[in-house]
């Protein structure tokens, strides 16, 4: 087969080399089109149900809410296990599906059962299900939040904006003079005007929120008035339910008009609330009005957020399953900035935390790394084989098979990330390259020796051909056996499976495509361009046609002696061998070990872990004063948190914990930037222990996630 392979390959050399070049465009083009990441995203297949029940206590949830839910997912195909969590007022049962389970089945599957279980749920509890996204699909966070009050920089009278005595105004009229109406403000911002804008962004699965307060009316009931008019609260409950409907009437036709009949009794301010009729006394109407008090009021939250010690709206780009995080994250950028331009005076969405700018960073590492590895390479064949035409059709084998393995990891769906491409080894990938162009120059010098004179273009395509297949079997067995070591990696499942899949495949990819080239487009360029070395006079293997380069010889010189006294004392060889691998295997039970190599993402990650009974504001409160401690260091650009759970609940956190993320300023601008990244955390968390009452663990925003995934 291989002399079959090698001859067409010789034979029609020019196809092969336009072949080898379609492959590069191909893979160029899919090079473009590759998923990038930082990391392999681990999350298994899980559909997520979230129901909010605010009246409920935990064993009310459980019982009432996540047991049926629970139970009802049981029989599901592809199902393997269920958890779930209760907590006050909130229920989330994750359902994890088989590898091999499609999500988009996985989730009708639970939406189908979800319905009919929400039959016998309790009123009000109504369950949804989460973003189709991932455990890693946090790719862009801004905060929503005033700009600094500037008693310099106030707005016209009457327009929005900044107004004397730190008092925001409304487009809408409304003053906001307290710290929770403006948080309520930008709660609705970020709801009715970023987040709807937000959702159109390409690669998106939805748009997370923590932070500020859901806008709802508010009726007090006065129970002294309402005995007064001889009322009851189901009274008030009912008189409010009737007066807040509309309904249609059909419509009727007059003078060959269709005139459309409705009633619409939809409360719009909290003046049509207390206009409402409760009852009638004495031919009186008793109002709303004259047994409550009705004012705009605030749901009851389960999360807040905040930045650089004062309270804000948290929100978060969530890319779809599979997406590519970096053009993902860019597009929610640009969209974010267009965003901007329609908020009302005086408030802004910054962008706080960017994936595409950890992934680039990484990309632009393992490039170079790639880049000086290539390099390395072609450096070392040049002084080894001594030509330079042939260590320039070995050194093609390496972006012909990167381009070949990028071509399959679209096909497989493997992302680019910092274990997919960091586990290409040049110096194995060109390896069959290597011996294959050895051969031709040894045999084409051996041949120029026999003749006596230079080799004619017929001789070298033969010399070309049969040089190759004569390598053959020993290169095809090589690697090969390379391949096998990494097979059983790809039997591996579960967490494992996950982050060192892409890698052993991105490497077994790029293998299988030298073994391809070495077969087909080296021999091919060797009979087009190689030429046999000449041999000068004095040349210890000149008769033979060998030809060595001067470094060659020199190592030579070296390595004989060494090799000639190690033959001849077998016994002591042994002996030192054996020695080697005892002090090496005592060597490396002494290492560190850690599941995966840490990746720099330049931030640091802060959890904040308080009494299980902590409330929420209470535990804002302290998660504000440790904002502002850290926020004052000099390498520090800005701190956001986001406390208790957020609306998509993809982490949901009890109120007592407080994740955090310090975002630093660049090096360059450090006071010292050749201190440590280690000393700069070890002073952080000085600072932060002298916040009383809590607890806390260093980490990395992504890293923090990846722990938070394997611990499930």
Partial sequence: MFKL?????????WLVVFMAALIAAVGLFQLGKLPIDAVPDITNRQVQINTVAPALTPEQIERQVTYPLETALAGIPGLTTTRSLSRNGFSQVTAIFTDATDIYFARQQVAERMREASE?????ASPMLSPVTTGLGEVLMWTVDFTTFDPAKLAKPGEAGWQAGEVYRTPEGNLLRTPEERATYLRTVQDWIIAPQMRSSPGLAGVDTVGGYVKEYGVHPDSARLAAHGLGLAD????LQRSNVQAGAGFVQRAGEGLVVRADGLALTTDDLAQAPVATRNG???RVADVADVDLSRAPRLGAASRNGHEAVLGTALMIAGGNSRTVAQAAAARLEQVNKSLPADIVAAPVLDRSVLVNSTIKTVARNLTEGALLVVVVLFLLLGNLRAATITALVIPLSFLFAVI????F???GNLMSLGALDFGILVDGAVIVVESTLLMLGQRRAELGRALTAMERLRVAADSAMKMARPAAFGQLIILLVFAPILTLEGVEG???HPMAATFMLALIGAFIFSFTFVPAMAALLVREPKVKDGDAHAHDGEHETKLIRVLRARIEPVVRKAVAHPRTVLAGAVMMVVVGIGSFSLLGREFMPTLDEGNVAMQALRVPSTSLEQSLAMQLALEKAIAKQPEVETVFSRTGTAEAAIDPMPTNISDSVIVLKPRKDWPDPKLAK???????EKLAGQQLGNSFEFSQPIELRFNELISG
């Fill in 236 to 239: 008030l409950v009912t008189a």
């Fill in 120 to 124: 016998d749920l309790p009123d009000g």
């Fill in 408 to 411: 399959g990891m679209n096909r």
């Fill in 284 to 286: 009186v109407v008793v």
């Fill in 498 to 500: 996950k982050t060192f």
């Fill in 413 to 415: 769906g493997i992302s």
């Fill in 678 to 684: 280690d000393a700069l955390v070890a002073r952080f």
């Fill in 5 to 13: 392979i090698i001859e067409t390959a010789v034979r029609h050399r």
